[in-house]
């Protein structure tokens, strides 16, 4: 069955600090692949999202990420984090072909320290 | 363009009862899918439906139903509700499944 680990239930990451989270998913063939942040309060939004080609997309807010096929990954990114990223952030897959479903993983708690 | 609303936000009820939970995606989306999130569970896929056909389905139980009219307003429904039902209840329009997903601020639900 399909599935989606986000390793790390929670991250805490300094103002200003680098920031990576981690997500895997376990298909035979490459899915889409996306990202979506839920801000306190707030419905989910996607960060970006990936079909095909480069593999390393950009999104809104500053925030990347990369695909690796052989590695089975699509790590976000951020070179500098904000306070205002405060947030879960939940990785999601759909395969390709038929009727499909959205998997997301368990999601990654973001804490920002000052 | 108007965002996805759900209604009701919030809802209180006693296990037995049943509730529908009502959600309407944004204008020319013909795809909807309702999730359950949990605390640590993340989002539970619960059923996705397309121009009024539900296309695909999660593991829930049969009390766990839903619809899609012909405007492409959904309804989810539950029935003989249980503690383990109170979550958050969420509501996610798009073009179709491939396409982004826009989340409604979705439904609290607390069985007592």
């Known amino acids: 069955a399909q599935s989606v680990t986000q390793p790390d239930i929670h991250i805490t990451v300094s103002e200003g600090a680098s920031l990576e989270l981690r997500c895997n998913y376990s298909y035979g063939a490459t899915p889409y692949l996306f990202w979506y942040v839920q801000s306190p309060g707030q419905g989910l939004q996607l960060l970006l999202k990936y079909f095909s080609g480069d593999t390393l997309v950009q999104g809104i807010k500053g925030f990347e990420a990369e695909f690796k096929r052989s590695q089975s990954s699509f790590n976000l990114r951020k070179p500098s984090v904000h306070w205002s990223d405060a947030a879960e952030y939940f990785c999601a897959v759909v395969l390709s072909g038929g009727y499909q479903k959205v998997t997301f993983g368990t999601g990654t708690k973001l804490q920002v320290i000052p | 363009k108007a965002g996805v609303t759900q209604t009701p936000r919030y809802l209180i009820k006693t296990r037995g009862q049943q509730v529908t939970l009502s959600c309407s995606p944004i204008?020319?989306?013909?795809?909807v899918s309702w999730y359950q999130q949990t605390p640590g569970q993340g989002l539970q896929f619960l059923f996705e439906?397309?121009?009024?056909?539900?296309?695909n389905k999660g593991n829930f139980p049969g009390r766990f139903s839903g619809r899609q009219f012909s405007n492409s307003r959904s309804e989810m429904n539950v029935s003989t509700l249980e503690l383990g039902d109170s979550a958050l209840y969420l509501c996610?329009?798009?073009?179709?499944?491939?396409?982004?997903?826009?989340f409604g601020p979705g439904t609290r639900l607390t069985v007592t």
């Open positions: 439906y397309f121009s009024e056909t539900q296309r």
């Open positions: 996610a329009s798009s073009a179709d499944i491939y396409e982004e997903q826009y």
């Open positions: 204008s020319g989306h013909r795809s």
